[in-house]
C-alpha cells in the first residue's frame, strides 16, 4: 500500500480529535476484562484469564482441564465452537493456554464465553460419568 493525503487527513484527525474515542474504547474494552475474569470465575474455574496491561488480548490459562495442546486446540473448536489463538505458538510455555480478542462488543464476548462454559460443563459431566 502507498500513503496518500486521504492516510495524513486521516491520521491527524485521530491524533487531534481522537482522545474522547480512545478513552471511551479503552474503558469499554477494561469493562471487557473485568466481565471475563468475573465470568471465569464464577463459571469456569478451571480457566483462569490473565488481565493484560497494554494489549487487549487475554491469555486463557487452561491447565485446570487437563489437556494437551493438541486436545485443547480440539476442544475450543469441536465442542466450544470458538476460533481462538493457540498459546503454543506465542512460546511452547502458553502450550496449555488460548488467546481470547477482548476488543469486541460484549454481546459476542457473552456469546463466546457461554459456549465455552457450556462445553465445559459437559466436560465435567462426561468426567464424573467416568468416576
Aim: aromatic share 10%; proline share 3%; hydrophobic share 40%.
Amino acid at each position: 500500500k502507498r500513503n496518500s493525503c486521504f492516510n495524513l487527513v486521516a491520521d491527524e484527525a485521530a491524533y487531534r480529535h481522537g482522545r474522547e474515542w480512545l478513552e471511551d474504547v479503552l474503558k469499554y474494552i477494561e469493562g471487557n476484562f473485568k466481565y471475563i475474569n468475573e465470568f471465569c470465575k464464577k463459571n469456569i474455574p478451571e480457566i483462569k484469564p490473565n488481565y493484560p496491561e497494554g494489549t487487549y488480548l487475554v491469555l486463557l490459562d487452561c491447565q485446570g482441564l487437563g489437556f494437551d495442546k493438541k486436545a485443547l486446540h480440539d476442544f475450543m473448536v469441536n465442542k466450544a465452537k470458538l476460533a481462538l489463538d493457540d498459546g503454543f505458538w506465542f512460546s511452547n510455555v502458553l502450550a496449555q493456554h488460548m488467546r481470547l480478542n477482548a476488543a469486541c462488543p460484549r454481546q459476542i464476548l457473552v456469546k463466546a464465553l457461554q459456549q465455552l462454559a457450556d462445553a465445559v460443563h459437559v466436560l465435567r459431566t462426561q468426567n464424573d460419568k467416568k468416576i
